[in-house]
């Protein structure tokens, strides 16, 4: 039973939970990133805003602090990927909470797209869009640079879901249905 007792402690403490704290609302996450060979799935979660189930293996690599994004890279690291969870309230365009839904979506995907435009001299186009799933998956061309970013925002039950693909060899249509996973997913 001691046995038992000690290796649920060891594995939980595996798990690497790191909080994090949001200075803007001062609430406090708890982030995990575990990988289960069984599954072949990786879970990230960003507790208590949201748990996402990446199919394959994925290392947790870098986390950017001012855009709440955790990056990971795929096992030979030819792909990379960024996931966001954060409150609906958190972005400056819906700080009273207004807008929700899909309205939400839409109205970020608008405020991101035009950063893009300004900030980059980016191309953007919306590849797919779903009102009742409350998703927009969409695309960011830096021709000058030659690098495309794709991305799916999405809200539920008041948390936003960003998740991108920033470096991959996949093909259009594959990233968009792996970012379409990722967020349908339960």
């Known amino acids: 039973m001691i046995k038992v007792f000690l290796t649920y402690v060891v594995l939980l403490f595996s798990l690497c939970f790191v909080v994090t704290s949001c200075s803007s609302n001062r609430a406090s996450y708890i982030k995990s990133s575990v990988y289960d060979q069984k ?34 890279a795929n096992s030979d690291h030819s792909v990379t990927i960024a996931l966001t969870f954060a ?6 365009f819906n700080k009273e909470g207004t807008l929700k839904g899909f309205d939400f ?9 035009s950063y893009m435009k300004k900030a980059f001299n980016a191309e953007v186009a919306v590849l797919e869009e779903d009102g009742s799933d409350n998703y ?7 021709k ?15 948390v936003v879901r ?9 093909t259009k249509s594959d990233v968009v249905v792996f970012l379409k996973e990722l967020y349908l997913s339960k």
């Open 39 to 72: 599954e072949e799935v990786t879970t990230y979660t960003l507790s208590p805003l949201g748990t996402v189930k990446i199919p394959g293996q994925w290392e947790q690599t870098s986390y950017n602090a001012s855009s709440k994004q955790q990056f990971f």
């Open 162 to 170: 960003n998740f991108s693909v920033i470096k991959s060899n996949w």
């Open 136 to 142: 927009i998956v969409w695309q960011v061309d830096l």
């Open 87 to 92: 409150p609906c309230t958190s972005y400056e």
């Open 105 to 113: 979506t839409k109205a970020f995907y608008e405020w991101d797209s």
């Open 144 to 158: 000058e640079e030659g690098i495309k970013h794709y991305f799916l925002f999405g809200e539920k039950n008041g």
